[in-house]
């Protein structure tokens, strides 16, 4: 009887495990990511409060990572979807905008809970038509530094510190 009982809790156990939503191998770095988190932009003094909102979370039965992001409670906004392209063997994102414009690009996996995304932009009118951005996850917090190539040169690195949050994403 007893060994019974230790075979059904072992059924049920494993069960529990296996049911734990899985993400694609090619995915797992941005396992960290997952969940909501929030960065205070660096602005010049006098100008208004920046705050960026962000939620990753497994899309598509973890075959995709979706990403939503908010700046100032929807002022601004965008949304990416990020999988592996298996004829381009690359991850590959689209992100989409509040502002009208989206952007198609690259990842290149560089560390654990690090990567680099290459973007072409379409269709922004304020001369931006490529964007390089690094993420790093460490300590509880990740890094993101993006540059743009704004009217034919690119910018100097901005970089933001997100933590995590309980505040949600929010579009007008």
């Known amino acids: 009887m007893r060994n019974k009982l230790v075979v059904a809790i072992l059924f049920v156990f494993s069960s529990l495990v296996s049911a734990e939503p899985q993400l694609d191998a090619k995915l797992t770095v941005f396992k960290a990511y997952l969940g909501s988190w ?10 208004p409060q920046m705050r960026d909102v962000s939620h990753w979370e497994r899309a ?13 409670d ?3 906004g965008g949304e990416s979807l990020i999988f592996w392209d298996k ?17 198609q690009g690259t990842m290149e996996v560089l560390d654990e809970g690090e990567f680099v995304a290459y973007e072409e932009v379409v269709n922004n009118d304020s001369g931006i038509t490529k ?42």
């Open 87 to 103: 004829s381009k063997e690359s991850l590959v994102f689209y992100y989409f905008t509040t502002a009208g414009f989206y952007t």
């Open 38 to 47: 929030e960065s205070n932009f660096d602005v010049p003094k006098g100008k």
């Open 131 to 172: 964007v390089k951005s690094t993420s790093k996850f460490e300590n509880g917090q990740f890094t993101v530094s993006t540059q743009y190539l704004k009217n034919g040169q690119w910018t100097q690195p901005e970089s933001r510190v997100y933590t995590r949050s309980d505040k949600t994403v929010k579009f007008k």
């Open 60 to 72: 598509l039965n973890g075959t995709a990572i979706r990403s939503l992001h908010s700046i100032n």
């Open 74 to 76: 929807g002022m601004y």
